[in-house]
Protein backbone atom coordinates (compact mmCIF):
# COMPACT_ATOMS: atom_id res chain seq x y z
CA UNK A 1 0.00 0.00 0.00
CA UNK A 2 1.34 3.35 -1.03
CA UNK A 3 2.05 5.62 1.53
CA UNK A 4 0.60 9.45 2.13
CA UNK A 5 3.78 11.18 1.46
CA UNK A 6 4.43 9.33 -1.73
CA UNK A 7 1.48 10.89 -3.13
CA UNK A 8 2.17 14.11 -5.57
CA UNK A 9 -0.96 16.44 -6.60
CA UNK A 10 -1.44 15.98 -10.21
CA UNK A 11 0.23 19.43 -11.80
CA UNK A 12 1.55 17.99 -14.49
CA UNK A 13 -1.23 16.00 -15.67
CA UNK A 14 -3.56 18.76 -14.95
CA UNK A 15 -1.92 21.34 -17.39
CA UNK A 16 -1.69 19.02 -20.16
CA UNK A 17 -5.60 18.58 -19.83
CA UNK A 18 -5.78 22.31 -19.45
CA UNK A 19 -3.84 22.56 -23.04
CA UNK A 20 -6.07 20.70 -24.59
CA UNK A 21 -9.29 21.52 -23.38
CA UNK A 22 -8.76 25.58 -23.89
CA UNK A 23 -8.14 25.02 -27.62
CA UNK A 24 -10.71 22.78 -28.13
CA UNK A 25 -13.23 25.77 -26.36
CA UNK A 26 -11.42 28.08 -28.97
CA UNK A 27 -11.96 26.31 -32.49
CA UNK A 28 -15.85 26.92 -31.69
CA UNK A 29 -15.58 30.83 -31.28
CA UNK A 30 -17.47 32.91 -33.15
CA UNK A 31 -18.33 33.36 -37.01
CA UNK A 32 -18.44 29.55 -37.14
CA UNK A 33 -20.89 29.03 -39.45
CA UNK A 34 -24.16 26.96 -37.87
CA UNK A 35 -27.12 25.99 -39.87
CA UNK A 36 -29.13 25.80 -36.43
CA UNK A 37 -31.01 28.88 -35.11
CA UNK A 38 -29.43 30.82 -32.16
CA UNK A 39 -30.09 29.62 -28.50
CA UNK A 40 -30.27 32.87 -26.40
CA UNK A 41 -29.49 31.08 -22.31
CA UNK A 42 -31.55 33.96 -21.01
CA UNK A 43 -34.52 34.66 -23.74
CA UNK A 44 -35.91 37.80 -21.98
CA UNK A 45 -39.18 38.76 -23.95
CA UNK A 46 -37.99 38.30 -27.56
CA UNK A 47 -40.47 36.14 -28.97
CA UNK A 48 -43.90 38.05 -28.37
CA UNK A 49 -47.32 37.13 -29.84
CA UNK A 50 -47.42 39.73 -32.00
CA UNK A 51 -46.87 40.16 -36.17
CA UNK A 52 -43.62 41.93 -37.31
CA UNK A 53 -43.34 42.79 -40.95
CA UNK A 54 -43.55 39.61 -43.75
CA UNK A 55 -44.35 37.33 -40.71
CA UNK A 56 -45.84 34.08 -41.05
CA UNK A 57 -49.30 33.76 -39.52
CA UNK A 58 -50.84 30.85 -38.79
CA UNK A 59 -54.44 32.40 -38.74
CA UNK A 60 -54.88 33.44 -42.98
CA UNK A 61 -54.89 30.46 -45.39
CA UNK A 62 -52.14 31.94 -47.43
CA UNK A 63 -50.11 32.17 -44.58
CA UNK A 64 -48.94 36.11 -44.74
CA UNK A 65 -49.48 38.30 -42.00
CA UNK A 66 -49.58 41.11 -44.15
CA UNK A 67 -52.77 41.80 -46.10
CA UNK A 68 -53.58 43.77 -49.22
CA UNK A 69 -55.68 46.22 -48.49
CA UNK A 70 -59.91 45.15 -49.28
CA UNK A 71 -60.57 45.31 -52.97
CA UNK A 72 -62.18 49.01 -54.51
CA UNK A 73 -60.64 50.62 -51.28
CA UNK A 74 -58.45 54.15 -51.34
CA UNK A 75 -56.13 54.45 -48.59
CA UNK A 76 -56.07 58.36 -47.57
CA UNK A 77 -53.67 60.57 -50.10
CA UNK A 78 -53.89 57.43 -52.87
CA UNK A 79 -56.85 59.03 -55.07
CA UNK A 80 -54.44 59.64 -57.92
CA UNK A 81 -56.92 61.75 -59.84
CA UNK A 82 -54.50 64.04 -61.47
CA UNK A 83 -54.15 61.50 -64.71
CA UNK A 84 -50.78 63.55 -65.76
CA UNK A 85 -48.78 62.89 -62.95
CA UNK A 86 -49.93 59.04 -62.22
CA UNK A 87 -50.87 57.80 -65.64
CA UNK A 88 -48.83 60.22 -68.11
CA UNK A 89 -52.00 60.83 -70.01
CA UNK A 90 -53.78 64.14 -70.44
CA UNK A 91 -57.84 64.86 -70.66
CA UNK A 92 -57.94 63.87 -74.21
CA UNK A 93 -55.96 60.57 -73.31
CA UNK A 94 -53.09 61.55 -75.13
CA UNK A 95 -49.46 61.31 -73.84
CA UNK A 96 -47.99 64.24 -72.14
CA UNK A 97 -44.83 65.75 -73.80
CA UNK A 98 -43.89 67.37 -70.62
CA UNK A 99 -42.97 65.98 -67.49
CA UNK A 100 -44.51 67.15 -64.60
CA UNK A 101 -41.46 67.31 -61.92
CA UNK A 102 -39.15 70.38 -63.59
CA UNK A 103 -35.87 69.33 -63.84
CA UNK A 104 -33.95 70.96 -61.38
CA UNK A 105 -30.53 69.95 -60.43
CA UNK A 106 -32.19 67.63 -57.02
CA UNK A 107 -34.65 65.89 -59.54
CA UNK A 108 -32.21 65.10 -61.68
CA UNK A 109 -29.22 64.34 -59.18
CA UNK A 110 -32.78 61.28 -57.57
CA UNK A 111 -32.91 60.17 -61.28
CA UNK A 112 -29.75 59.40 -61.92
CA UNK A 113 -29.22 57.54 -58.75
CA UNK A 114 -33.09 55.77 -58.81
CA UNK A 115 -31.69 54.80 -62.87
CA UNK A 116 -28.82 53.50 -62.00
CA UNK A 117 -30.25 51.26 -59.10
CA UNK A 118 -33.56 49.76 -60.97
CA UNK A 119 -32.64 50.54 -64.99
CA UNK A 120 -29.09 50.22 -65.32
CA UNK A 121 -29.13 46.52 -65.08
CA UNK A 122 -30.75 46.05 -68.33
CA UNK A 123 -30.44 49.60 -69.94
CA UNK A 124 -26.48 50.37 -69.38
CA UNK A 125 -25.03 53.20 -67.19
CA UNK A 126 -25.40 55.00 -70.57
CA UNK A 127 -28.71 54.26 -71.33
CA UNK A 128 -27.48 52.60 -74.45
CA UNK A 129 -29.34 48.85 -73.67
CA UNK A 130 -25.71 46.93 -72.61
CA UNK A 131 -26.49 46.43 -69.01
CA UNK A 132 -25.17 42.98 -67.14
CA UNK A 133 -28.40 41.56 -66.90
CA UNK A 134 -28.54 41.70 -70.65
CA UNK A 135 -25.50 39.50 -70.77
CA UNK A 136 -26.90 37.43 -69.00
CA UNK A 137 -29.08 36.51 -71.58
CA UNK A 138 -32.20 38.80 -71.23
CA UNK A 139 -33.93 40.14 -74.44
CA UNK A 140 -31.73 43.37 -75.01
CA UNK A 141 -33.57 46.58 -74.54
CA UNK A 142 -33.44 49.57 -77.15
CA UNK A 143 -30.73 52.46 -77.01
CA UNK A 144 -32.45 55.38 -75.29
CA UNK A 145 -29.97 57.56 -77.64
CA UNK A 146 -31.71 56.38 -81.10
CA UNK A 147 -34.36 58.36 -82.48
CA UNK A 148 -37.42 56.78 -81.98
CA UNK A 149 -36.68 56.86 -77.95
CA UNK A 150 -36.27 60.69 -78.28
CA UNK A 151 -38.90 61.51 -80.12
CA UNK A 152 -41.04 58.89 -77.47
CA UNK A 153 -43.56 61.49 -75.70
CA UNK A 154 -42.48 61.26 -71.83
CA UNK A 155 -45.78 60.07 -70.74
CA UNK A 156 -45.65 57.11 -72.77
CA UNK A 157 -42.10 56.37 -71.19
CA UNK A 158 -43.90 57.03 -67.61
CA UNK A 159 -46.76 54.80 -68.64
CA UNK A 160 -43.97 51.85 -70.13
CA UNK A 161 -42.05 52.05 -66.45
CA UNK A 162 -45.49 52.16 -64.90
CA UNK A 163 -47.02 49.13 -66.55
CA UNK A 164 -44.03 47.53 -68.73
CA UNK A 165 -43.92 46.98 -72.09
CA UNK A 166 -43.18 43.97 -73.97
CA UNK A 167 -40.26 42.48 -72.25
CA UNK A 168 -40.13 44.78 -69.41
CA UNK A 169 -42.07 44.00 -66.39
CA UNK A 170 -43.67 47.10 -64.67
CA UNK A 171 -41.80 48.79 -61.96
CA UNK A 172 -44.72 50.28 -59.70
CA UNK A 173 -43.76 48.21 -56.61
CA UNK A 174 -40.43 49.48 -57.18
CA UNK A 175 -40.34 53.06 -58.00
CA UNK A 176 -42.99 55.60 -56.49
CA UNK A 177 -44.40 58.03 -59.39
CA UNK A 178 -42.15 60.91 -58.17
CA UNK A 179 -39.19 58.69 -58.25
CA UNK A 180 -40.24 57.24 -61.73
CA UNK A 181 -40.71 60.69 -63.12
CA UNK A 182 -36.95 61.91 -61.98
CA UNK A 183 -35.62 59.18 -64.08
CA UNK A 184 -37.89 60.44 -66.86
CA UNK A 185 -36.04 63.72 -66.16
CA UNK A 186 -32.65 62.49 -65.85
CA UNK A 187 -33.12 60.49 -69.06
CA UNK A 188 -34.27 63.18 -71.17
CA UNK A 189 -30.51 64.40 -69.83
CA UNK A 190 -29.00 61.36 -71.37
CA UNK A 191 -30.42 61.54 -74.34
CA UNK A 192 -28.88 65.09 -74.46
CA UNK A 193 -32.53 66.61 -74.84
CA UNK A 194 -34.35 69.74 -72.96
CA UNK A 195 -37.82 70.16 -72.97
CA UNK A 196 -39.81 73.27 -74.11
CA UNK A 197 -40.07 75.73 -71.03
CA UNK A 198 -37.55 74.06 -68.75
CA UNK A 199 -34.80 75.36 -67.05
CA UNK A 200 -32.06 73.65 -65.91
CA UNK A 201 -30.84 75.17 -62.21
CA UNK B 1 4.30 7.61 14.60
CA UNK B 2 4.61 8.61 10.74
CA UNK B 3 3.07 11.91 10.07
CA UNK B 4 -0.60 11.45 8.86
CA UNK B 5 0.24 14.86 6.18
CA UNK B 6 3.15 15.05 3.60
CA UNK B 7 5.04 17.47 3.91
CA UNK B 8 3.31 19.77 0.40
CA UNK B 9 -0.06 19.51 2.33
CA UNK B 10 1.30 23.17 3.63
CA UNK B 11 0.78 24.35 0.20
CA UNK B 12 -2.87 23.20 0.05
CA UNK B 13 -4.49 26.27 1.05
CA UNK B 14 -2.52 28.28 -0.77
CA UNK B 15 -3.33 26.27 -4.29
CA UNK B 16 -6.87 26.00 -3.21
CA UNK B 17 -7.38 29.97 -2.98
CA UNK B 18 -5.49 30.09 -6.40
CA UNK B 19 -7.30 27.21 -8.13
CA UNK B 20 -10.61 28.66 -6.96
CA UNK B 21 -9.78 31.69 -8.37
CA UNK B 22 -8.58 30.24 -11.63
CA UNK B 23 -11.86 28.39 -12.10
CA UNK B 24 -13.99 31.13 -11.12
CA UNK B 25 -12.25 33.38 -13.71
CA UNK B 26 -13.00 30.69 -16.37
CA UNK B 27 -16.49 30.63 -15.38
CA UNK B 28 -17.20 34.38 -15.60
CA UNK B 29 -15.40 34.63 -18.78
CA UNK B 30 -16.98 31.20 -20.49
CA UNK B 31 -20.35 32.95 -19.98
CA UNK B 32 -19.49 36.18 -20.79
CA UNK B 33 -18.50 35.17 -23.94
CA UNK B 34 -20.19 31.56 -24.80
CA UNK B 35 -23.53 33.24 -23.53
CA UNK B 36 -23.20 36.38 -25.64
CA UNK B 37 -24.68 37.15 -29.02
CA UNK B 38 -21.03 37.16 -30.61
CA UNK B 39 -21.14 33.73 -30.25
CA UNK B 40 -24.81 32.39 -30.04
CA UNK B 41 -26.18 34.55 -33.08
CA UNK B 42 -22.83 35.80 -35.48
CA UNK B 43 -22.94 32.60 -37.93
CA UNK B 44 -26.32 31.70 -38.13
CA UNK B 45 -26.79 30.53 -42.03
CA UNK B 46 -29.92 29.33 -42.40
CA UNK B 47 -30.58 27.07 -45.18
CA UNK B 48 -33.26 28.74 -47.03
CA UNK B 49 -36.22 27.48 -49.51
CA UNK B 50 -34.11 28.82 -52.88
CA UNK B 51 -30.42 28.90 -53.47
CA UNK B 52 -30.26 32.67 -53.62
CA UNK B 53 -26.19 33.86 -54.11
CA UNK B 54 -26.02 37.14 -53.36
CA UNK B 55 -22.20 37.18 -54.57
CA UNK B 56 -23.90 36.30 -58.04
CA UNK B 57 -26.79 39.22 -58.11
CA UNK B 58 -24.77 41.71 -55.91
CA UNK B 59 -21.43 41.17 -56.90
CA UNK B 60 -21.25 39.59 -60.42
CA UNK B 61 -23.88 41.68 -62.22
CA UNK B 62 -23.50 44.38 -59.83
CA UNK B 63 -27.17 44.57 -58.93
CA UNK B 64 -27.87 47.60 -56.44
CA UNK B 65 -28.93 46.16 -53.01
CA UNK B 66 -31.79 48.27 -53.46
CA UNK B 67 -32.91 46.73 -57.07
CA UNK B 68 -34.84 44.18 -54.14
CA UNK B 69 -34.74 45.56 -51.34
CA UNK B 70 -36.50 48.51 -52.37
CA UNK B 71 -38.55 49.79 -49.48
CA UNK B 72 -35.66 49.92 -47.21
CA UNK B 73 -34.68 54.08 -47.33
CA UNK B 74 -38.35 54.50 -46.43
CA UNK B 75 -39.57 51.99 -44.47
CA UNK B 76 -37.67 50.43 -40.68
CA UNK B 77 -37.70 47.10 -42.53
CA UNK B 78 -35.21 46.71 -45.75
CA UNK B 79 -38.49 44.67 -47.09
CA UNK B 80 -37.48 40.78 -48.92
CA UNK B 81 -38.64 40.95 -52.30
CA UNK B 82 -41.70 40.09 -53.67
CA UNK B 83 -41.27 36.77 -56.08
CA UNK B 84 -42.28 39.39 -58.80
CA UNK B 85 -39.37 40.94 -57.90
CA UNK B 86 -37.32 38.11 -58.88
CA UNK B 87 -39.50 37.13 -62.24
CA UNK B 88 -38.61 40.68 -63.50
CA UNK B 89 -35.41 39.14 -65.03
CA UNK B 90 -36.38 35.25 -64.37
CA UNK B 91 -39.08 35.47 -66.43
CA UNK B 92 -36.57 35.03 -69.61
CA UNK B 93 -33.62 34.15 -67.93
CA UNK B 94 -32.90 30.81 -66.65
CA UNK B 95 -36.67 30.00 -66.20
CA UNK B 96 -36.38 26.62 -66.28
CA UNK B 97 -33.95 26.44 -63.91
CA UNK B 98 -34.57 23.61 -61.18
CA UNK B 99 -33.24 25.94 -58.50
CA UNK B 100 -35.86 28.83 -59.38
CA UNK B 101 -39.15 26.41 -59.05
CA UNK B 102 -39.82 27.09 -55.70
CA UNK B 103 -39.93 31.45 -56.72
CA UNK B 104 -42.01 30.16 -59.78
CA UNK B 105 -44.62 28.11 -57.68
CA UNK B 106 -44.71 30.82 -55.38
CA UNK B 107 -45.41 33.25 -58.56
CA UNK B 108 -48.04 31.15 -60.30
CA UNK B 109 -49.92 29.98 -57.27
CA UNK B 110 -49.79 33.36 -55.42
CA UNK B 111 -48.60 31.71 -52.08
CA UNK B 112 -45.52 33.55 -50.22
CA UNK B 113 -41.94 32.24 -50.18
CA UNK B 114 -41.20 31.04 -46.72
CA UNK B 115 -37.95 32.78 -46.50
CA UNK B 116 -35.81 31.92 -42.98
CA UNK B 117 -34.69 35.11 -41.34
CA UNK B 118 -31.53 35.75 -40.70
CA UNK B 119 -31.14 39.26 -38.96
CA UNK B 120 -33.47 38.61 -35.54
CA UNK B 121 -33.72 41.31 -33.32
CA UNK B 122 -35.68 40.93 -29.86
CA UNK B 123 -39.42 41.79 -30.06
CA UNK B 124 -38.45 44.41 -27.83
CA UNK B 125 -36.30 46.72 -29.71
CA UNK B 126 -37.73 49.20 -32.78
CA UNK B 127 -35.33 49.31 -35.20
CA UNK B 128 -35.72 51.17 -38.41
CA UNK B 129 -33.56 50.81 -41.35
CA UNK B 130 -34.70 54.06 -43.18
CA UNK B 131 -33.18 56.75 -40.65
CA UNK B 132 -29.73 54.56 -40.57
CA UNK B 133 -29.26 54.86 -44.25
CA UNK B 134 -30.66 59.02 -44.45
CA UNK B 135 -28.10 59.37 -41.47
CA UNK B 136 -25.44 57.72 -43.97
CA UNK B 137 -24.73 53.94 -42.12
CA UNK B 138 -24.19 51.64 -44.63
CA UNK B 139 -25.54 48.23 -45.63
CA UNK B 140 -21.70 46.36 -44.92
CA UNK B 141 -21.94 47.82 -41.42
CA UNK B 142 -24.37 45.69 -40.52
CA UNK B 143 -24.54 43.14 -42.46
CA UNK B 144 -20.98 42.23 -43.55
CA UNK B 145 -20.31 41.85 -47.28
CA UNK B 146 -23.38 40.48 -48.38
CA UNK B 147 -21.80 40.48 -51.79
CA UNK B 148 -19.56 37.75 -51.04
CA UNK B 149 -21.87 35.47 -49.29
CA UNK B 150 -23.12 32.24 -51.15
CA UNK B 151 -25.21 31.89 -48.33
CA UNK B 152 -26.45 34.73 -45.91
CA UNK B 153 -24.94 34.46 -42.54
CA UNK B 154 -25.34 36.90 -40.12
CA UNK B 155 -21.66 38.67 -39.98
CA UNK B 156 -22.27 40.89 -36.73
CA UNK B 157 -23.84 39.98 -33.09
CA UNK B 158 -26.83 42.95 -33.41
CA UNK B 159 -26.74 43.02 -29.31
CA UNK B 160 -27.70 45.67 -27.43
CA UNK B 161 -23.70 46.62 -26.68
CA UNK B 162 -22.85 46.50 -30.13
CA UNK B 163 -25.39 49.01 -30.90
CA UNK B 164 -24.81 51.61 -28.38
CA UNK B 165 -20.84 51.07 -29.59
CA UNK B 166 -21.72 52.84 -32.73
CA UNK B 167 -24.66 55.11 -31.33
CA UNK B 168 -21.59 56.45 -28.89
CA UNK B 169 -18.98 56.61 -31.32
CA UNK B 170 -20.12 56.88 -34.93
CA UNK B 171 -17.68 58.84 -36.65
CA UNK B 172 -16.09 55.80 -37.76
CA UNK B 173 -19.36 54.17 -39.45
CA UNK B 174 -20.36 57.40 -41.67
CA UNK B 175 -20.33 57.65 -45.50
CA UNK B 176 -21.71 59.55 -47.33
CA UNK B 177 -25.69 58.84 -48.42
CA UNK B 178 -24.39 57.93 -51.94
CA UNK B 179 -22.33 55.16 -51.03
CA UNK B 180 -24.78 53.48 -48.15
CA UNK B 181 -25.06 50.51 -50.69
CA UNK B 182 -21.09 50.52 -51.82
CA UNK B 183 -19.44 47.09 -50.47
CA UNK B 184 -16.24 48.53 -50.97
CA UNK B 185 -16.56 51.51 -48.78
CA UNK B 186 -12.84 52.30 -46.74
CA UNK B 187 -13.27 55.66 -44.43
CA UNK B 188 -10.52 58.07 -46.05
CA UNK B 189 -8.08 59.87 -44.28
CA UNK B 190 -10.26 62.91 -43.45
CA UNK B 191 -12.99 60.48 -41.76
CA UNK B 192 -13.08 62.99 -38.38
CA UNK B 193 -13.71 65.76 -40.44
CA UNK B 194 -15.71 64.14 -42.83
CA UNK B 195 -17.85 62.60 -39.93
CA UNK B 196 -17.87 65.96 -37.98
CA UNK B 197 -19.27 67.89 -41.28
CA UNK B 198 -22.02 64.81 -42.01
CA UNK B 199 -23.10 65.02 -38.24
CA UNK B 200 -23.72 68.36 -38.28
CA UNK B 201 -25.64 68.77 -41.92
CA UNK B 202 -27.66 65.94 -41.26
CA UNK B 203 -28.35 66.93 -37.77
CA UNK B 204 -26.87 63.46 -36.32
CA UNK B 205 -27.40 62.85 -32.55
CA UNK B 206 -27.35 58.93 -32.34
CA UNK B 207 -29.66 58.60 -28.81
CA UNK B 208 -28.55 56.39 -26.11
CA UNK B 209 -31.74 56.75 -24.59
CA UNK B 210 -33.97 53.68 -23.28
CA UNK B 211 -36.83 54.93 -25.38
CA UNK B 212 -34.86 55.20 -28.77
CA UNK B 213 -34.92 51.99 -29.40
CA UNK B 214 -37.35 50.02 -26.48
CA UNK B 215 -41.00 51.20 -26.11
Known amino acids: MPRLTDIRPPVIPGLLLLAVIVPLLGGCARESPSEKPPIHVVPDMDHQPKYKAQAESDFFADASAMRLPVKGTVPRGYLRADDAFYRGRDETEAYVTANPLPPTAEVLHRGEERFNIYCSPCHGKGGRGDGTVVARGFTQPPDFVSDSLRQMPVGQM ?23 WAIIAYLRQLQGMTEPGDTLE | MAQIFPPWANRLPVLTLLAAAVLGLSAVSFVWYYFSPWYTDVGYRPTQPVFYSHLLH ?26 QTCMNCHKIIKADSERLQPVVQSYVTKTPLKWVRVHKLPDFVYFDHSIHLRAGVGCAGCHGRVNEMLVVSQ ?46 ELGIEPTVDCSGCHR
Request: net charge negative; aromatic share 6%; proline share 11%.
Open chain 2, 58 to 83: ADSLGIDCRYCHSDVETSPTANIPPV
Open chain 1, 158 to 180: FEAVTNGVRNMPSYRHQLRPEDR
Open chain 2, 155 to 200: AKPLSMSWCLDCHRHPDDHLRPPDQITNMDWEPAADQVEFAAKQKH
